[in-house]
């Protein structure tokens, strides 16, 4: 059975899981195609419909700016959950290649790399990216990804790294040394499919972690920039008029704690399966 069969059987078996792809596919199809149906979300109509609560007309409400808090909602979904795909596209690509080297060099290779993996560990990644991102004033989105990114891989690195330390002197590895298969064709034909599974496991609950790292960053001013909306970065703005119009930061509270609830079940899902197959 392939990894997504796998994947797609250990999630739908689960009835909190099943409900939390539903409801995330449902978050993203409304990203992808809501924008093309609702107003501007930079529009500002008229001043006098500012902070006005939810009705037919908006159904989230309006913020003080008389901007469509459903719009801004959504066109942040495409932000939030865009650099959160993408920066743990790169975390795990980084984590998977330290990993597969280090287990299968072993030695002074596997020691040095896992002393680096270490020290990156021992430090806050919160810190990290507080020390990074307060040099920059405005920051742009990719360099966001990217920082993402780089600060998140240490863990898939470790991960990695032990289920290709368990697997290293199986009869298949041995096999394919033997029929002259290089160390390259030997790490990513035979070695990363067998810890594809649990590598997934971690890219999924790094999708949370990194939904509310980029909210909390964007909260504090740090992360996604003014205009462009983005779930924390709404908060952000709501915060004059938290008291007055509550619904400016409800709105994008519950898509966070939605949808970070939603990728933690699927990953608890996905990581009962895949575990009790390593097991």
Do not use: C
């Amino acid at each position: 059975m392939s990894l997504l069969a796998q994947a797609w059987r250990a999630v739908w078996s689960r009835d909190s899981a099943r409900i939390s792809l539903v409801v995330l596919a449902a978050i993203v199809l409304l990203a992808a195609i809501g924008p093309s149906f609702l107003p501007d979300p930079a529009a500002q109509p008229d001043i006098l419909a500012a902070s006005r609560p939810p009705a037919a007309d908006h159904p989230f409400g309006t913020d003080q700016l008389s901007r469509d808090v459903l719009s801004r909602v959504v066109s942040g979904s495409r932000v939030s959950l865009s650099v959160a795909l993408l920066a743990v596209l790169v975390s795990m690509t980084v984590g998977a290649a330290v990993g597969l080297i280090a287990g299968y060099a072993g030695g002074w290779i596997d020691a040095l790399l896992m002393r680096l993996v270490d020290a990156g560990l021992a430090i806050p990644r919160l810190f990290i990216l507080l020390l990074l991102l307060a040099v920059w004033e405005r920051i742009p989105i990719p360099a966001l990804i990217l920082i993402l990114g780089t600060t998140g891989w240490f863990g898939a690195s470790r991960l990695v790294r032990g289920e290709v330390v368990r697997l290293r002197h199986e009869p298949f590895v041995s096999g394919a040394e033997a029929l002259g298969a290089g160390p390259g064709r030997v790490m990513i034909r035979h070695l990363l499919p067998n810890a594809a599974g649990p590598l997934l496991v971690a890219a999924t609950l790094a999708m949370g972690d990194v939904i509310l790292l980029e909210a909390g960053l964007s909260f504090l001013g740090l992360g996604i920039q003014p205009p462009t909306p983005s779930w924390g970065a709404m908060i952000l703005d709501a915060k004059p008029v938290l008291v007055t119009a509550p619904w400016t930061s409800l709105f994008p509270g519950l898509a966070i704690v939605i949808t970070v609830l939603s990728v933690n079940l699927i990953g608890d899902a996905l990581s009962d399966t895949f575990d009790a197959r390593a097991s």
